[in-house]
């Protein structure tokens, strides 16, 4: 079992920035592909980003590519989405998601997901 907790979500105007984080626990994840998910309201749940267990290699939706950037500290069981120049169509609760399969990657199949932390971004 793997426990995931999202924090750093909050209220920015638009151009903003925010930096959310993921604890996790339970197991250690420094073999595990990571990323990070969001639900708008009325919408479907959209991939934003993923990181391999290295944290070498990267992939973005095109929505947030430029903007957003994840990393990872494998020491602190932590990954992080750093987020910058918001717009008001960012904003959602977003999901920290793990991939429990020993080193794979890339992957499209997390089995693990947070509760999520809400960002709003004003206009």
């Known amino acids: 079992q793997v426990q995931l907790v999202e924090s750093g979500g909050g209220l920015v105007q638009a151009g903003g920035s925010l930096r959310l984080s993921c604890a996790a626990s339970g197991r250690t994840v420094s073999n595990y592909a990571m990323g990070w998910f969001r639900q708008a309201p009325g919408k479907e749940r959209e991939f934003v980003t993923a990181?391999?267990?290295?944290?070498?290699?990267?992939r973005y939706a095109d929505s947030v590519q430029g903007r957003f950037t994840i990393s990872r500290d494998n020491a602190k069981n932590t990954v992080y989405l750093q987020m910058n120049s918001l717009k008001p169509e960012d904003t959602a609760v977003y999901y920290c998601?793990?991939?429990?399969?020993?080193?794979?990657?890339?992957?499209?199949?997390?089995?693990?997901w947070g509760q999520g932390t809400q960002v709003t971004v004003s206009s």
């Open positions: 990181i391999s267990w290295t944290g070498l290699s990267t």
């Open positions: 998601v793990v991939d429990t399969r020993f080193r794979i990657w890339p992957t499209t199949r997390y089995d693990y």
